[in-house]
């Protein structure tokens, strides 16, 4: 398959401090409409004959998060995501989303086959905090718990004592505070900052960032605000301080789809990926939905509020990777089983604070099972 290609460029942080890395992402194909619906039907034929399941983040394509729900799948968070592929009786589960995701589906199955659309689907947190710097920092604060964020190497999560997620993270970082740990903190320099000012730890933290949430602005954010007063404000904690300070609602994916549901008010604006509004839109049928500015108004944007790695993920090479079985993921296993630990560590939490159990691809039932949605 031939693509064009398009450069980006994320946060690399160096130490401390943080210059400027570059990238690629794949621009995806349009399929027409005729095509489309070709391409949906040998989907669904191609899951069956491969008994795999699909497992989708909520950023990638409406057609892909339909699919998943439809087959028996699951649309979720990277929380989510992590269980439900563990849990499934699936052998093989086709992860629609970015390299990290499939990767901690492979280290929680190692039995399973673990395919992904593309494989070049990365992450810019990923990609800003490569495994050797990062084992270097944390040699330099032995004195340190390391906790990452799942969007991380498989490498990165071997060299941490916990993983967590932007459902749990707060949760985590406030009992390991509570026992008097000091904390390490990877790569996303927003969540941790974020996680530092709620539960007071004492974190210190690599200066990545998600390109898609480092656009949201502060002022644009504030004025658009005025212009719609009655509107509630649901901000994903990647996002800049100045953004979170105007939230009326920070969380997960999941967290903001719940938020969106469960609030009393008609309009929201949504600093997240835009692929999120599908589910949204779904989920709280009747309700508005505004997307956050980005980047102000004259600067170019970098990734206009929708990843370029997570819309690599398209039907066509969904097709191809059930047709091809090619793509799969594989962890070299002595790094896997080290990675396990900490993902382990956060699945144990999560159960015993009984965080959601699966997610059952209804949001009508799963809606309203977490305690941590909160205000800013
Ligand atoms: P969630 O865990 O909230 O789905 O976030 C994953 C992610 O990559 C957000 O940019
Ligand atoms: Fe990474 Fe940001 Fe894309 Fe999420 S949206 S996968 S954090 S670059």
């Known amino acids: 398959m031939e693509h064009a290609i398009k450069s980006v460029e994320y946060d690399r942080p160096q130490g401390l401090t943080c210059g400027i890395g570059q990238a690629w992402a794949k621009v995806p194909d349009a399929p027409s409409r005729e095509e489309k619906h070709e391409l949906k039907e040998r989907i669904r034929a191609l899951?069956?004959?491969?008994?795999?399941?699909?497992?989708?983040?909520?950023?990638?394509?409406?057609?892909?998060?339909?699919?998943?729900?439809?087959?028996?799948?699951?649309?979720?968070?990277?929380?989510?995501?992590?269980?439900?592929?563990?849990?499934?009786?699936?052998?093989?589960?086709?992860?629609?989303?970015?390299?990290?995701?499939?990767?901690?589906?492979?280290?929680?199955?190692?039995?399973?086959?673990?395919?992904?659309?593309?494989?070049?689907?990365?992450?810019?947190?990923?990609?800003?905090?490569?495994?050797?710097?990062?084992?270097?920092?944390?040699?330099?604060?032995?004195?340190?718990?390391?906790?990452?964020?799942?969007?991380?190497?498989?490498?990165?999560?071997?060299?941490?004592?916990?993983?967590?997620?932007?459902?749990?993270?707060?949760e985590i970082v406030a009992e390991l505070h509570a026992r008097g740990e000091k904390i390490l903190w990877a790569p996303d320099r927003h969540l941790g900052g974020y996680i530092q000012k709620k539960t007071g730890a004492d974190m210190l933290s690599w200066q990545g960032s998600c390109l898609v949430h480092d656009e949201f602005k502060g002022v644009e954010l504030d004025l658009l605000r005025a212009e719609y007063p009655d509107a509630k404000i649901l901000v994903h904690p990647e996002s800049p301080e100045a953004v979170v300070a105007l939230a009326d609602v920070v969380g997960s994916t999941t967290q903001l789809i719940d938020a969106a549901v469960r609030l009393d008010a008609k309009r929201f604006i949504v600093a997240t990926d835009l692929g999120i509004l599908h589910k949204m839109r779904l989920a709280a049928p009747g309700k508005e939905f505004i997307e956050a500015p980005t980047a102000g108004n004259s600067a170019t944007c970098k990734s206009c509020a929708h990843c370029p790695w997570m819309a690599m993920n398209g039907l066509a090479n969904l097709v191809a990777?059930?047709?091809?079985?090619?793509?799969?993921?594989?962890?070299?296993?002595?790094?896997?089983?080290?990675?396990?630990?900490?993902?382990?560590?956060?699945?144990?939490?999560?159960?015993?604070?009984?965080?959601?159990?699966?997610?059952?691809?209804d949001l009508g039932k799963d809606v309203s099972l977490f305690s941590n949605v909160g205000a800013a």
Request: proline share 4%.
């Open 321 to 361: 990777v059930l047709e091809r079985g090619h793509n799969e993921i594989f962890v070299d296993p002595a790094i896997a089983a080290r990675a396990r630990l900490p993902i382990d560590r956060m699945l144990d939490f999560a159960a015993r604070h009984k965080k959601r159990v699966q997610a059952s691809g």
């Open 47 to 170: 899951l069956i004959r491969e008994k795999a399941v699909l497992v989708a983040h909520y950023y990638v394509d409406a057609e892909l998060q339909e699919l998943a729900d439809e087959t028996g799948g699951c649309v979720a968070d990277s929380l989510e995501m992590a269980r439900f592929g563990r849990d499934h009786s699936a052998q093989t589960l086709i992860v629609a989303g970015v390299r990290f995701m499939g990767e901690t589906a492979k280290i929680l199955s190692p039995e399973k086959r673990v395919l992904m659309p593309d494989l070049d689907a990365t992450c810019s947190l990923d990609l800003g905090c490569p495994a050797d710097e990062f084992s270097a920092f944390c040699d330099a604060h032995p004195d340190r718990t390391v906790v990452v964020y799942a969007n991380t190497s498989a490498a990165v999560k071997a060299r941490a004592d916990w993983m967590v997620t932007s459902s749990i993270g707060l």
